[in-house]
């Protein structure tokens, strides 16, 4: 990747003092590249909003440093900041017009009229609202209000966008445009966007990279690919997509290892990399779509279950698999031809494992 | 509550009746006193006929004017001073917690908690003692104490209702706090900071006990002028006045609660 | 972000707090020493010769012997004062709720009309409210007009300057209090609530007395509040409508201030006064200040 736009060094942010305190963030470091689409990811409260407040300079940062291109922020104001924000609520100025709020933030940094004027055709251009310079915010729709909002943050041609959940308030339709319009933006700008969401599938969509939060921590970051497909943590894998989780002890059997489940069935995990996690109890994770089911007897080194439930989805059929006592699974299987579901509920069935499907996790 | 009134199930026994008795009790009086501020006759309350001439004739009273100008100087000094206290009080205490914000919040609604009396006789002897010369000083002094409860209110409920984060907008688009509050808080606040000014005017143009007290030789206010006339008898003169008092109220109030309304 | 910081908080608030401080703060406290003073010779006080005669004065006199008699004259006065502001109270509510539930089931728009409607006399000048009714209730007044003209009454009304003139004139002060606070209650009322109790079988009577007056119960209690404290403190009524001869404790704390001249027993009455009122309001906000959130 390129060179680095925002680096976070060991931040930490506590509110309130005593026993009161909330520490919303706990010691994350993280570097932004330029150019990059970067998504904080995570569920209410799991200091990713912080996080981006203390990058525009609303909150301060209780430990550690932020530095933009190499140059400490902390102490900067958010008005001495080269960064803008969308802010969920848009917070467009109600008694401005729309080309006010445009060019507002060219005024403050006294770039002349004129300048101001065409920065603000050119950004209403952008957004495709050019015709909507003269109405007041109110006399906008939502999904309307949202452009302008990103067009007021972008007329400054910022270093970093920052975007706190800007998609929220949008219905879904409208939801899935902006994604298509937000990931336009960010590369017909080149402007490193840093953007916050609890979707996982909007951030799936968008991101060059996410960083998945929870309780103040970063626990991965990667690719969307990676952060689907190589989750680290148990959490990662169940907060973006369905997973199924299989908790047993590892043990070596002969020149592989295996996962023996409570109900004392065998998961190979030959070519999968176990860490640390021999003579351990460990949780490994496996993406519904990746397993594999055959007809009871067919397999030697799968697993045996019960059919306890098939639920049909059009585009795909879900089944609900008993192994054991204490194990479920959840197969998804695709429906290609039309033809009638394969297994019935109450049908003996093998599943087996592949070996690139399985992950490791960190409860 | 969101009912269909056409809806018999909403309809409860002497509801109706009882809201249009409590309107016309509330409304009766003022209407009456309107009319016969028109009546042209000499004994004030039996109708011969329309005449504005008592209007004249109040409109033509020295004493009464001059009585009108003390209200009128009172109640803009009192109104201008208790505005800005009352616009920078609120500025101080919307969002954000700090301690002694109880104490505060107290202290600046303790006008409206204390009797009127209590507040007259007491400002009374404090300004007896402290050497305040009982006049049109010792009244804008008194009436800007509970004109500034009046005023924060509105300005209090305007900043409690607007976003946050415009003014963390303005900062993230390079307004230093200062540009800020002139190019965004100050004109989101402008109609209640009005609205707030109209009503502690027309509360100190109203005001009777405190000025009654606290005023001395030269500073009869209009309602001091008008108690006196009604004390001596109901006259065409005192229903002309009066009605000119409730006027003015009934337009402040309406302007007031216009510009509260003014939303973006 | 908070819009100013703690610092420049402090700065902003001062002036206000120091005002209403300074000029409302500190009277009350020296009202509440001039309490305990002695009378002067000629009206005034002694200062620094203390004395609790005005207190004692309000349930006793001296006798020309020096020997402590009760005196009830003062205590008829507060008891009057009670009298009239409960039944103004219970006025203010048998009027005030119908209207304010009449109010709520208004569309809307039209709901903000009606508590405009409701508050403008409010903002209206107090004398003039009570002129109106003086020319309404006097002999030979309007209503007098009407019921002779029907043939209901003839001769005098006699009602102007009796307490029953005085009650009628405070209900119609202090009515805008009862019905702001039962309607913001009965406004935030669920009307599924409602429609619940009558699909369980509630009839309309049961529905009210189960259902709606328990929901604005908060409402009620503080509009009770908001009106009896103001009535206590009744000035302008009394003296017009009641002619003067039904003083209430207002009017005897001006009366202090003005021929009585007694410094120190006006202070007394009003610092008992105000005590009350706060009392009433401290317990108000212990009691009933968290029932709304309670109730949701």
Redesign the interface.
Known sequence: MSEVVISARSVSKRFGSGTHAVHALDDVSVDIFQNEFFTMLGPSGCGKTTLLRLIGGFEQATAGEIALEGQVLNDLPPFKRPINTVFQSYALFPHLTVRQNITFGLEMQNISRPDAAKRADEMLELVRLSQFGDRQPSQLSGGQQQRIALARALAPAPKVLLLDEPLSALDLKLRKEMQIELKRLQTETGITFVFVTHDQEEALAMSDRIAVMKAGKILQIGTPRDIYETPTHRFVADFIGDSNFLQGDIKQNGSHAVLTLPGGQNVSLANVDTGTRLSQTATIGIRPERLMLHPAGTSDSALRGKIADVVYFGTDTTYHIAIDDQTALLARVQNRDGSTMAYAKGNDVDISLPAGAIRVLVD | MKIDRANPLWRFHGITPMAIFFFAYLYLPIIVLLVLSFNENRLATIWTGFSTKWYSVVLGNDDMLRSAKNSLIIALSSTIIATIAATLAAMGMARGRFRGEGGVAAMLTLPLLVPEIVTAIATLLFFIVIGVKLGLLSIIIAHTVFCIPFAYLPIRARLDGMDPALIEAANDLYANEWQAFKRITFPLLWPGILSGAMLSFIISLDDFVISYFVGGAGSTTLPIYIFGMIRIGITPEVNAISALMLIISIVFVSISFLIDRVRY | ????T?H??????A???I???F??????V??AY?SILERGANGGVNWGSFSFDSYISFIFERDLMDNLMVNTDYLQIFLRSFGLSALTTVLALI??F??A????????KRRNMFI??????F???????N??????L?N???ID?FLASVGIQTGGLDILYTPYAVSIGLT?TY?PFM?LPIYAS??K???RLI?AA?DLGAN?RKA?TRIILPLATPGIVAGAILVF??C??A??TPE?LGGGKFMM??NL??S??GAARN?PF??AL??V??AM??LA?LVYSLKFKKLPEDAS
């Open positions: 972000m908070e819009i100013f703690r420049k908080r402090f700065w902003l608030v002036p206000a707090v005002y209403i401080g000029f409302m703060g500190l009277p009350l020296q009202m001039v009027l005030g119908p209207t539930f009449y109010i709520a089931m208004q569309p809307q405009f409607l409701v508050t403008i006399p903002w209206t000048n107090i004398l003039v409210r002129y109106a009714w003086m020319l309404l006097r030979g007044g309007l007009h119609y009515l019905v009965l406004e009322l669920d009307h429609e009558f309309k009210m404290i103001p206590l403190g000035y302008v017009l404790i207002s704390i001006g202090q201030f410094w006006g202070s009003g610092f006064l105000l009122v706060l309001m």
